[in-house]
């Protein structure tokens, strides 16, 4: 049985002419890691919230369809059972505090307190995610002080002291520096291989750094799913996503005739040096 399996779902916000979701069917199996792109306004925020267990809430509800997670709808969940199964992180670093948190070791603590864990595991949980995500030497900071990247890790930090099984991420870098991206996606990268990760995104480079398996949302359904290669060089792909930098380099030179024709166009610098036999950037 898949982990999280999303059959037909179709969904509208209320007084809205359009479906958001159109009939989305997935299955996402435990331990993937499973990118889903999509232009701005396309739903990648609505879809997350289904797949975490959000929607429906009050009047929110399907027209169609569920998600179930290891074979249960969620709404069968209880929340601190659905808390501990799945976590959701947004692109707003800052909406995600609690705003009743002092340091930024109690903001880490809170969820699991809120468990009713006892205290030394809550010590060793936050201990781990301060770890995880590189914020040990931020712990006795307030929250509110922090960078936006830093806000990020932490927002991270605190879902990850959850234990949950699946980590939902929506544009998780939007609004981070590209240095701050790069350190976020190669911690993000050192997660334990069993967590399954599910990464919205309408860009591509944290994509290829997370994902194995890409879907694309067009017009609120799911019309290609496969790997990097497969989706991301998908014409309908390209038309609403663009390509990489490297990807796009490489195709002006194919049209210069300065990249071999036999050659696969690149999605990444790795894959570009890898095609020159050249050594890689990184080690
Ligand atoms: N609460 C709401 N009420 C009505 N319409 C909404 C609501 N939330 C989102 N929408 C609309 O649903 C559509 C999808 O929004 P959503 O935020 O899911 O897209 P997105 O792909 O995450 O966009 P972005 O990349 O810009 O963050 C948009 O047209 C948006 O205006």
Known sequence: MALIDVADLAFRFPRAEKLVLDGITLSIEAGERVAILAPNAAGKTTLARWLSGLLPEGVLTAERGHVAMAGKPFAEWSVADRATAIQFVGQVPSQQLTGCAFTVYEEIAFGPCNLALPEAEVRARVDEALTICNL??????DPFTLSGGETQRLSIAAALAMKPR?????????NLDPESRDDLLAQLDLLPGGLTIIVLEVALRPSLALAKRFLLLDEGRIVADGTASEVLNDPRCIETLGMTAVTEAAYRLRD????PEATPLP???????DSFGAPRAHG
């Open 136 to 141: 040990r030497h931020l712990a006795s900071r």
């Open 267 to 273: 999605l990444t610098l790795d894959q570009a040096l």
């Open 256 to 259: 210069a005739g300065r990249w």
């Open 166 to 174: 699946v980590l939902v991420l929506d544009e998780p870098t939007s």
